[in-house]
């Protein structure tokens, strides 16, 4: 009795295994497209700081993401359970927030003058030359890449969420996918922004070697290094109207509507159709990122003016 009892609980969890390994692959599927923009935000984070503590900032990151994830699997569930009216006008919360981050970045860069700029600059690398006001800066970047991390967290949790409902699962296989998925997801995104953050090492490293093939790769690397930096600035900036935008899409259903009829609009231009339906809700969605960020930041503005007073 013993051994079979014992025969039929390893067959049951086999079972859960067999679902949840099947959950996490769909449920990583769907959370794909977040997890790109996830990959472009968290990247353009993280540059900026010294060449030997880079993966370190990385390293850190990754630790506070997975803290994020710690917190918002239980919660997903709870609220799932006992609350889930809440869940839409949170995810619409995080994503006005994401659109009001990347709108005060845009209206720094179009409000502050060069001088103003250069002046931050000098700051900036004079506060790098001293270990203690280092790690500060280390810091605040640290703090702003985890809270950006935590709001596409919280989406990808709950799609993987959606998924896990949607197949009828129980509630230890629910949590073993949301698990997989946050494990998965983490590791992903945050190797691959340490392997950006480290392309000019590698670059250096290559461009030293004997093989002309390697110093040749070498050297592309090390020019490519800093234009793609630089180009992580804008990618993630967009991503974060994208991303903001898509979230209150997706809860909206006029704004839904629409990125559904520029799609269909699009779909039949010749050769192009298919590019274009396809980029098209993307486009909608960076488009109402933009505003629903500069209504936020006008709120914002004015109620910070309304204190001060």
Not at 14 to 24: E, F, K, P, R
Not at 132 to 138: F, R
Request: glycine share 10%; charged share 15%; net charge neutral.
């Amino acid at each position: 009795m013993a051994a079979g009892s014992l025969l039929a609980l390893i067959d049951d969890i086999a079972s859960v295994l067999d679902d949840v390994a099947l959950m996490s692959k769909v449920a990583a599927k769907k959370t794909a497209g977040v997890l790109g923009d996830d990959l472009a935000l968290n990247a353009q984070q993280v540059t900026g700081v010294n060449a030997d503590r880079e993966l370190p900032v990385v390293w850190a990151v990754a630790l506070g993401s997975l803290r994020n994830k710690a917190i918002l699997v239980p919660a997903a569930l709870a609220i799932s359970a006992f609350l889930p009216q809440a869940i839409t006008p949170m995810l619409m919360l995080g994503g006005a927030y994401l659109c009001f981050e990347g709108f005060e970045k845009v209206a720094h860069k179009l409000l502050h003058s060069a001088a103003e700029d250069a002046a931050h600059e000098e700051e900036l690398a004079t506060a790098l030359a001293t270990n203690a006001d280092m790690l500060t800066v280390e810091q605040d970047k640290i703090k702003g890449a985890i809270r950006t991390d935590f709001i596409l967290s919280a989406e990808i949790i709950v799609i993987a969420l959606g998924v896990v409902n949607a197949q009828g699962a129980s509630f230890g296989a629910q949590v073993a996918a949301l698990v997989s998925v946050a494990i998965a997801m983490t590791i992903g995104v945050y190797g691959i922004v340490a392997g950006i953050v480290k392309i000019d090492d590698l670059g250096l490293y290559l461009s030293r070697r004997t093989g002309a093939a390697a110093r040749a790769l070498g050297g592309m690397l090390l020019a490519a290094a800093p234009r793609l930096m630089k180009a992580l600035s804008v990618i993630g900036t967009v991503a974060m109207f994208m991303v903001g935008g898509g979230i209150i899409g997706h809860a909206f259903a006029p704004l839904h509507h629409l990125a559904t009829q520029a799609a269909a609009l699009v779909a039949d231009v010749p050769v192009a159709g298919r590019l274009l339906a396809a980029v098209a809700p993307s486009v909608v969605d960076a488009v109402a990122g933009v505003v629903v960020g500069a209504a936020v930041l006008l709120v914002v503005a004015l109620a910070q003016k309304v204190r001060g007073k």
